[in-house]
């Protein structure tokens, strides 16, 4: 069993030697096969200084994945100012899911009428996107 842990280990550490694949490359050779490799980019810069395709919570995100979610979100808090007497604080798009942060200025006293509210709300934003799971929160 000592045996086969050793070689075990030993097929460990010859794997992990820390070294990159051009470490020995002292003329550069390997660097003439990835110079011919199309750099993705847009009008401007190089692609590493570009944005990562990610969903940007801000009311007028640009996002190569899905440019509607800055209209998504203004259009929420729109819905919710203009039907509740409440502030949508924030409104967050990942996928789809939906997650509003609602202020209600101490308006909802107890638990019963926030559930209450919470439903409505809810129905209020499944009615104008129903393409998205939505989720209500309280900002205390």
Request: include cysteine; charged fraction near 25%; proline fraction near 3%.
């Amino acid at each position: 069993m000592k045996i086969v842990w050793s070689f075990v280990i030993m097929a460990l550490l010859a794997g992990c030697n820390g070294l990159s694949n051009n470490a020995g490359d002292k003329n550069k050779t390997n660097e003439a096969a990835t110079s011919n490799l199309k750099k993705v980019t847009s009008d401007s810069g190089h692609y590493s200084n570009q944005p990562a395709d990610q969903l940007l919570n801000t009311p007028y995100s640009v996002s190569n994945v899905a440019p509607s979610n800055g209209d998504d979100i203004e259009q929420a808090r729109k819905t919710i100012e203009a039907e509740t007497n409440y502030e949508a604080k924030g409104v967050w798009v990942n996928g789809l899911s939906m997650v509003v942060t609602i202020d209600d200025h101490g308006k909802i006293k107890t638990e019963s009428e926030w559930k209450k509210e919470k439903k409505r709300i809810h129905r209020l934003l499944i009615k104008a996107f129903p393409r998205y799971h939505v989720d209500i929160k309280r900002d205390h």
